[in-house]
């Protein structure tokens, strides 16, 4: 059975009664106002009907059942994924291909994200950031999230894409953010799903236009890459990922590796750049959790150089857990799925709630609060935490993310005093597939003076 198959008598969980339209703009203008008036009206497991597909989709916040749904390989993709980022990503992106062919692009792509490789970037991460830094105002009010996508733009850029030739650096420094911005837009998201629903139009043609130019550029970089007699010992993803080989010993084709590249930029580049900005957000608006951090930041010298303190680590956790970035990760079900009271047919669409399972009482005491050392002292289960997704789908660029972020965060508390020029906290947006600060988390910063530390008393004789 396939989701365009689904009985009219197949019994889902219930949900709000509204049309498909109100729930979709409920959806995209205010998401957590959404989510918790279904959480509080029917429970855990929920079903919402959005414009541009045919059959409900089932909400997830328990963890048993969401350990279920990622356990099996089989489960499919939802229709949503390809529908918002096949027209940006390409075809061959890991993020849209499924079973076998998935699973060997993503075996390939997982070993510069991790251990030794993963770290020979920090000093990538750190320039970028002490470049970023250095333009801050002194004392005025700006946006933090438009400067932390500069930071995780040009790590793109240097890190994953390679580039060296500056005028093709610079194209791409022009286009890659308007790519950003258009398939961004809450506007743009809308003309899509009605699109879809009555066949009318192409919402996409100038964000399809964009992506031709960028994709001229990147296929340029790719072009001149193969030619280049040093191949083997660049450390870029770009040309790692052109020496790989797949199971049979084929290399990835042009387009096949500059679907990888659009892919590791739009999953990449936003979603790390927003978890920033909202870490910041909250830590600013706790000064007991700020002190803390920063005084393991000052205090450890070379110890927490990329971000190594314990502290560090679970303030991450907990803004994660907080504002997840991606709310929904959900997959088809290829097969029935049965856990506790919940019974849903294969073909049912089915995703987790980041954001319910994050908040759940039985999960985390003062679910809304920040408190980072609660991941000091018992971390919770492995499907109660799942910025990232999980099963064999998650996100396999997870770990560099959070390197990335312990980095930037070091690096900018060491340099600067900053504080929050909004007195209320940040509501959230959504922008593409991601939760973002509605503002962009503004602030204000200064330059940290750190006080010399008096000569040491010469001993006596």
């Given at each position: 059975m396939n989701a365009s198959t689904l009985s009219s008598t197949t019994t889902l969980p219930a949900g709000p009664s509204e049309p498909p339209m109100?729930?979709?703009?409920?959806?995209?203008?205010r998401p957590i106002s959404f989510l918790e008036s279904c959480r509080r009206r029917y429970g855990d497991n929920f079903s919402v009907k959005f414009l541009s597909f045919q059959n409900p989709t089932v909400m997830l916040s328990d963890p048993e059942a969401i350990r279920a749904l990622y356990s099996e390989r089989k489960h499919g993709l939802p229709p949503g994924r390809s529908v918002a980022l096949m027209p940006v990503m390409g075809a061959s992106s890991v993020l849209l291909l499924e079973g076998s062919e998935h699973l060997e692009?993503?075996?390939?792509?997982?070993?510069?994200?991790?251990?030794?490789?993963?770290?020979?970037?920090?000093?990538?991460?750190?320039?970028?950031?002490?470049?970023?830094?250095?333009?801050?105002?002194?004392?005025?009010?700006?946006?933090?999230?438009?400067?932390?996508?500069?930071?995780?733009?040009?790590?793109?850029l240097r890190a994953v894409f390679g580039v060296s030739d500056a005028e093709r650096g610079k194209g791409l420094r022009e286009l890659l953010p308007q790519l950003l911005g258009q398939s961004a837009s809450t506007g743009l998201?809308?003309?899509?799903?009605?699109?879809?629903?009555?066949?009318?139009?192409?919402?996409?043609?100038?964000l399809r236009r964009l992506t031709r130019d960028i994709d001229e550029l990147l296929l340029a970089e790719?072009?001149?890459r193969r030619l280049d007699p040093n191949l083997q010992q660049r450390e870029d993803i770009l040309s790692l990922l052109m020496s790989a080989r797949m199971e049979d010993g084929s290399a990835m084709s042009d387009r096949d590796l500059r679907d990888q590249l659009v892919t590791l930029l739009l999953a990449g580049h936003e979603t790390?750049?927003?978890?920033?900005?909202?870490?910041?957000?909250?830590?600013?608006?706790?000064?007991?959790?700020?002190?803390?951090?920063?005084?393991?930041?000052?205090?450890?010298?070379?110890?927490?150089?990329?971000?190594?303190?314990?502290?560090?680590?679970?303030?991450?956790?907990?803004?994660?857990?907080?504002?997840?970035?991606?709310?929904?990760?959900?997959?088809?079900?290829?097969?029935?799925?049965d856990v506790g009271d919940l019974h849903l047919p294969a073909g049912t669409d089915v995703t987790p709630v980041m954001w319910l399972t994050h908040t759940r009482p039985d999960l985390y005491p003062e679910p809304y609060a920040f408190r980072p050392e609660r991941f000091l002292d018992n971390?919770?289960?492995?499907?109660?935490w799942i910025p990232y997704g999980g099963g064999v789908r998650r996100c396999l660029g997870a770990s560099f993310a959070e390197f990335e972020m312990r980095v930037v965060l070091e690096t900018v508390l060491r340099s600067r005093?900053?504080?929050?020029?909004?007195?209320?906290?940040?509501r959230v947006a959504r922008r593409n597939v991601t939760f973002s600060p509605r503002h962009g988390t503004r602030v204000r910063a200064v330059t940290r003076v750190t006080p010399r530390r008096a000569p040491a008393e010469p001993v006596a004789a």
């Open positions: 109100v729930q979709t703009l409920r959806w995209l203008t692009r993503r075996k390939v792509m997982l070993p510069p994200f991790h251990g030794e490789r993963m770290r020979s970037y920090e000093s990538i991460v750190r320039e970028a950031a002490e470049r970023e830094i250095e333009s801050w105002p002194q004392g005025e009010v700006f946006a933090l999230h438009p400067r932390m996508q500069s930071i995780t733009m040009e790590v793109i998201q809308l003309r899509v799903l009605l699109s879809n629903r009555f066949q009318r139009g192409d919402p996409l043609e100038d790719i072009a001149e790390t750049a927003t978890a920033l900005a909202w870490t910041f957000d909250l830590l600013l608006r706790h000064p007991a959790q700020l002190a803390r951090l920063t005084a393991e930041v000052q205090e450890g010298g070379e110890d927490t150089r990329s971000g190594a303190g314990e502290y560090m680590r679970a303030v991450i956790s907990e803004s994660l857990r907080l504002r997840p970035v991606v709310p929904l990760a959900g997959r088809r079900l290829n097969e029935d799925l971390p919770p289960t492995t499907y109660g005093v900053l504080e929050s020029a909004d007195s209320r906290a940040e």
